[in-house]
């Protein structure tokens, strides 16, 4: 339908699965698996199924964060779900997500496993099971958990709102692109303004709200087009001073650079870890490559 065509409702919606737009083949209206496959299971207690998006990277991050930290229980199989394939909505992957989104991850290492989904649920599961990244005191810990939460309500108006239509939509529409660059430029407007003033989300101290914010916000913003979009430039991505110096900060670390390799099945082939079994698994590929300026 062009964008200039008005368009008037039905009384009833009815699904046309012809419906253009990127990942038109694999969205629908309806909940559930549509065929068998079951999942693999490798040999550590911790199993991840996910795909280097902002939300998988968010885990795998958190992941490779605690094992530089010495956290031996925190090693993991992360097996790649390509979204593309619809692999989300095989049975095995359903029976851990019944909302069919990456990721997902079983910890076997109790008497029962426990299944986790959605990102945030994920990386607060980590942060308490480990005893890290999440502070201790009351204050702190409060405040990083409305940052966590924030990035949890605002990613969907970046994420499925400004990048769906700046990027993914069959055609450019000036109205959906203003509705929801405006909102996504306040988001970062809000960033930037806490930041001016502390060195992470919470403060001094780095935590699963700067892990899960920067897999959105801090990729948004770096490089000369943006990692997310390619929008930095539409964007004006360098007005935002606090939050590049944010993004540049974590996005140096080692963790973080191990962890957007992980369930990478895009972009240059030595960014890529497509599958993740145990830290040699990195030896094969050249982390020094992956500058805060690529792509």
Not at 65 to 78: I, T
Not at 193 to 214: C, K, P, Q, V
Not at 227 to 250: C, G, M, N, P, T
């Amino acid at each position: 339908m062009s964008s200039n065509t008005p368009y008037s409702p039905p009384s009833v919606w009815i699904w046309d699965a012809k419906n253009g737009g990127a990942f038109a083949n694999i969205n629908r209206p309806i909940a559930g698996s549509t065929h068998e496959k079951v999942l693999a299971v490798g040999n550590h207690p911790i199993q991840l199924h996910s795909l280097a998006t902002p939300n998988g990277v968010k885990v795998t991050v958190m992941l490779e964060e605690l094992l530089a930290l010495g956290f031996e229980g925190a090693e993991y199989d992360a097996y790649l779900i390509d979204i593309g394939e619809g692999e989300q909505f095989g049975s095995g992957f359903v029976d851990i997500n019944p909302n069919s989104k990456i990721p997902a991850l079983v910890d076997h290492s109790g008497k029962e496993p426990i299944r986790v989904f959605e990102s945030g649920a994920i990386l607060l599961y980590l942060a308490e099971k480990f005893g890290a990244f999440l502070p201790k005191d009351v204050p702190s810990r409060t405040e990083c958990l409305s940052w966590l939460f924030w990035q949890m309500g605002s990613a969907p108006y970046l994420g499925g709102g400004f990048g769906h239509f700046y990027a993914y939509a069959p055609e450019k529409m000036q109205y959906p692109i203003d509705r929801f660059t405006m909102e996504v430029k306040r988001q970062l407007d809000v960033l930037d303004r806490h930041l001016a003033d502390h060195n992470f989300m919470s403060g001094d101290e780095y935590t699963i709200a700067d892990m899960a914010i920067w897999a959105w916000y801090g990729q948004l913003v770096l490089g000369r087009l943006g990692r997310l979009y390619s929008a930095a430039e539409f964007l004006d991505a360098a007005s935002y001073k606090h939050v590049l110096r944010w993004a540049k900060q974590i996005n140096a670390r080692d963790a973080v650079k191990r962890g957007r390799m992980v369930n990478r099945a895009f972009g240059e082939p030595y960014t890529q870890l497509r599958e993740r079994h145990d830290a040699s698994d990195f030896d094969t590929k050249t982390q020094d490559k992956i500058a805060p300026s690529d792509e």
